[in-house]
């Protein structure tokens, strides 16, 4: 046996060299922070909300389509994930105790850990091929695809936190299993479920291999879903890797902007879940 | 379930069979097609999955069959000559991630354990919640930093001094161009961090409290019980964890196509830019012109994605093994 002191050491060295561990995580957090405020203030105007970008050379100019478009790419891809999601948990909690279940949940893991620019691929083959053009729908296809199983298992996990007597209750009044698992379940979970897509319209809001090779991007605004679409995170990918000081200043603002909307979507989804919790 | 309500509904109807036509008839006709539609979605995410295998494995047919085993050993990568070796691309990604997650995980670890271990419970929380910030961070956020902060830095500071001190080391060879293997391995380390330090935690507090209590009681330091009971106990859980930040990182394209360098090579030197996988994919793909060129990028995602469902099936395994007792399916 090593002596007392030895021990004592080793316990205060190593946690010591937690401690250090965690400020090198917290480090880069706090820097990629400090210089997105920085940078992204110092470039930010009224302008980058309401122009669309300049031509190479010219200064000023803002991302306003790009937020348009990444606002209808969203709102696209929730149409078309959204009710596989939600709907499909509603099956899990139903019916989900046998193997085709299960299956059902491991490939929705397995889904969510599929490479984003994948999901972009397969959306080409699926859309963009045959429809032999870029456009803004193919690009809600590839983001509605990492959507459906963030859905599908954060709405699974609230519904089954639903006490079960008060399914119960619903069904022993002769109320049918349908209307109990819509209005009884759904309803009981609302704000749960409700956390579970903000949380994924905040992952896909930031997601840009997805949409390189789908929706394309567009220096201009777009008019119809078949034509291809700007997008902000798009943007900001194109206007960092250019050799312009310009558009580096753009490309800070508009991560600020990103940032921003990220943080407002998360921070809803926690006050969300917090009230949930409570109730 | 159906065979119930058929049960239920005979019985209704024998007794008082008005009352079973106008209540309970509709009721059943409506379950019926809740289940059907339901099960449609739930089994649209299973179809989803095999037509996502079966699309990248048509798309890439032209290129297995014109290139074969070649596609895997060679590296020449022309499209002009029509010519694709995915080889500098393979080792890219596999050096990259392997280098990240060396890097990543014992800083997430460490991290997970003081969370859970040392630190007061509200402190782990806050400590947590700011990691999990970490998390939400885009990609092409973590990428816009590295090209335009981290690299230049690199470039200035880092990298010339160790061109100065460890020159001699093949890994530390040539001129420093900040773009480079080492931009992209720190990127890809800072983002896998949060989600090893996220399921590591998740883990840890899965280990039930009487481990430690045991522990402590026998006279074990808190390192101690850490050591001999909580990280046995949650070791292929932690694994998971690591396994599942590989994917991560393997899969990962817009921080590292904007650091990396983007050069098809194959370099010892961490000061050399590289290419991975992701992002040639995401440099050449909307740009192809060759049929094949596009059938050989889809080749280079059907190995992408096969490495990546392999990885994740092993890691939920894994992590399933340790947290199932806890939270069913939580993983």
Redesign the interface.
Known sequence: MKSLTF??L??GV??L???L??L???T??G??FL??LKMGLSSISLDFFTQIPKPTGESGGGMANGLFGSGLLILMASIIGL???V??????T???SGKL?T?????????A???????G??A???IVVPMKG?SALAGAVALS?IM??IV?RTTE?QL?MVPGTLREASLAL??????T?LKVMLVSAAKGVVTGILLSI?RV?????PL??TA?GNQFWSKKLTEPIAAL?LQ??NF??APYEDW?KL??AG?LV??CI??AL?LGARMMGKTQRLN | ?QQQ?LILGNKTMTSEQTHAET?AA???A??R???R???F??????A??L??IW??T??SLPSITAFGGKFLTGSEWDAVQEEFGALPFLFGSVISSVLAILLAT???V??A???TE?VPHRLGSA?AS??E??A??????????G???MAPWLQRSVQPWLVDHFGFLPFFEGAPYGVSMMAGVLILA?MI?PII?AISREVLLAVPRSQREAAVALGA????AIRIAVLPYGKSGILGAVI?GL??A?????AVT?VIGNTPQISWSLLSPAYTM?SV??NE??ETTAKIHTAA??EI?LI??AV??L???L??LLIWSVTKGQK????
């Open positions: 021990r004592h080793t316990n190593v946690t060299l937690m401690v561990a965690t090198a995580v917290l880069p957090l820097l990629i210089h997105i009710p596989v999601g709907l499909g948990a509603v099956y899990l139903e019916f989900g279940a299956a059902i949940r491991f490939s929705a893991d397995v889904l850990g599929v490479p984003s620019i994948i999901t691929m397969v080409y083959s699926l870029f695809l459906i199983p599908l996990e089954k002769g109320v049918p299993l349908w209307r698992s905040a809001a930031g997601e840009t291999a390189l090779f394309l995170p900001i990918f960092a890797i580096h490309a800070w991560a990103l940032v990220m943080f998360n | 379930m309500d209540v509709p009721g059943r409506g379950d097609i809740f289940r539609l339901t099960a979605f739930a089994l649209s995410i299973l989803i999955l037509l996502m699309q990248m048509r798309e014992p800083l997430s460490a991290t354990l003081l969370i040392i400590i700011l990691v910030l970490l939400a961070i885009p990609s092409v956020i973590y990428g816009l930093w090209v335009l902060v800072v961090v330090t330091t808190r390192w101690e599942l994917g991560r393997i899969g990962e394209t817009m904007m992701p994919i995401a793909f909307a990028l889809m995602g992408l994605l990546t469902l990885i994740n099936i890691a939920r069913q399916g939580a993983a």
